[in-house]
């Protein structure tokens, strides 16, 4: 797509991760993609706020991309018997991996509680903490959208950083499984979101990092985001959600958009062709 000058613009997704992981960050995603700030968004399905919040994306199916935030590592995890902390997933993935029988239940079942709610399949797929590329359960979910979906797939998210964007935390993210995943994505013929940015550690430089992220992004690249529309309480994120969600919201990052000759599209028109 081209701007009035006729210049082309790079057609990035901004996907805003954790929708219903509580009540600040599914009106806060909401609002941001009724404004056209987002195209896409994943949903933590075994947190208790889903069945109520899908009514909040609803009115957007077609806007924006809805997918599924595939969890082992979350509170809602444990409470659902499969959970561990992060480093304990980790560790699992680097001494043979995590059970694809038992890992495969797990996808199923959320995928399921997915579609109980949205009543269509997910665009996309990704993971809390990245879980959706670490050994065992990325060919669990391989398998799990192939045979689901066939050739209506969603497309997934490779959590491999952009050029230039490596610092440590991403390059121990991609070093989980990145390049594997997108191997077995490939011989399946499932589309995959190439880059990924938007990695950093919360701190309160969120507006110039976002400056970087867009300057530097590839077209196709997925940046993901963090916004609640307040800090919730016992969110140990909370604060940087919110200023996540300020600046999304802002004059200054609509200016950066139009700057860097960004364009904000769903990523099914980027990976597996259009949707509706």
Known sequence: MRN???????????????????????????????QGRLSATSVMVLSERWPRDAALLRPLRGRIDVGLHLDWTSEFARRAGHGMSVGAAMLRA????????????????QLDAFEAQW????????????????????????AAVCQR????????????????QADLKSRVISAMGAQALQSRARQAHIG???????????????????????????????????????????????????????????????????????ELVRGGALYTGSRT
């Open 4 to 34: 009035d000058g006729g210049l082309l613009m790079r057609q990035l997704v901004l996907c805003a991760d954790d929708f219903a992981v509580h009540e600040a960050a599914s009106r806060g995603i909401a609002d941001l993609a009724r």
């Open 94 to 109: 680097s001494l043979g991996g995590f059970d694809r029988g038992a890992a495969r239940t797990v996808v199923d079942r």
């Open 119 to 142: 009543g269509f399949p997910p665009d996309h797929v990704d993971g809390h903490q990245h879980v959706q590329q670490f050994a065992g359960i990325r060919d669990a979910l391989v």
């Open 149 to 164: 979906y066939g050739a209506r797939a969603p497309y997934l998210r490779v959590s491999r950083p952009v050029p230039g």
């Open 192 to 262: 995959c979101a190439p880059h990924l940015g938007g990695v950093y550690d919360f701190d309160a430089d969120y507006p110039s990092r976002m400056d970087r992220w867009l300057a530097q992004a590839p077209s196709g690249t997925l940046i993901m985001c963090h916004p609640a529309d307040a800090a919730a309480s016992g969110d140990v994120i909370g604060t940087a959600r919110a200023r996540e969600y300020a600046h999304l919201r802002s004059d200054a990052f609509a200016q950066q958009l139009s700057a860097h000759q960004i």
